[in-house]
């Protein structure tokens, strides 16, 4: 061969590598494109995704806040009218409006000198009444009085399980 041919040949040669690299960056700069939009769409789609459950978990947050601030002013209702309720029997107490009694049986023993079971022209029919010192029914009313708290706090919690449950 000849120099010429020879010249030909390497510049063809480097002709040729110089064109495959060239096609070959085209090619691999199509497909670095097309991964990076195929990322750049997941990515959204990620991103998408979250911000719906972040929605759904906002949504729900403001629902169960919603709930509890209805079963909060529920219960405050409810302690609220036991208090005033229990605040007039104390009054009513305090001012003898209102006396407390319990029955008393009317053979009882150890309560002599209760009248005995009505005769024959008697209208007393009505079971027999003691009154409780005005001390005792204060500490008798205190004690429903916490024990109507406790009953209204327990509904208060049944409701807020009763509400996690579903």
């Known amino acids: 061969m000849s120099r010429v041919q020879l010249g030909a040949f390497l ?24 991964q990076s939009a195929q990322h750049e769409q997941e990515w959204q789609a990620q991103a998408e995704s979250a911000a719906a459950q972040l929605v759904a978990e906002r949504l729900q947050h403001q629902g169960l806040v919603q709930r509890l601030q209805i079963s909060e002013q529920q219960h405050y209702q409810e302690l609220l009218d036991v208090q005033q309720t229990q605040a007039r029997l104390r009054d009513r107490l305090a001012t003898a409006d209102l006396r407390l009694s319990v029955l008393v049986e009317r053979d009882a023993a150890g309560c002599p000198g209760l009248p005995g079971a009505p005769g024959a022209g008697s209208v007393d029919h009505d ?33 807020y399980v009763r509400g996690q449950v579903r």
Do not use: F, K, S, Y
């Open 11 to 34: 510049l063809l040669t480097l002709l040729a590598c110089a064109l495959t690299w060239q096609v070959q960056g085209w090619r691999m700069g199509r497909q670095l494109a097309e």
């Open 127 to 159: 079971p027999v009444r003691a009154r409780l010192d005005p001390a005792h029914a204060q500490r008798i009313i205190a004690i429903t009085d916490d024990g109507d708290r406790g009953l209204i706090a327990l509904r208060a919690c049944q409701a």
